[in-house]
């Protein structure tokens, strides 16, 4: 397995990760957001840019669902 290759397996397997704690913290979305952005830069570096592009608009929807969770919350207290 390459370096490449590696740093893919990681990124998609943070995004797995960091999806199944979402509802723990809002944190864990942002995390989400990163590993999406890791995702992306995978993508474009395997030259595949579809996904590289996918990934990069995922990890846009992600940051918002962060801000509006953390607006949410803060709005509560």
Known sequence: MDA???????????MLLFYALEERHANFVFLFAISCVMASVYGFMQGAWPFGMVEAIWSLVAVRR?????????QNT
Not at 4 to 12: C, D, E, M
Not at 66 to 74: A, F, L, P, Q
Request: net charge positive; no cysteine; glycine share 4%.
């Open 4 to 14: 490449l290759t590696a740093y893919g397996l990681v990124s998609v397997l943070l």
């Open 66 to 74: 962060w801000w509006m969770r953390k607006n949410r919350r803060s």
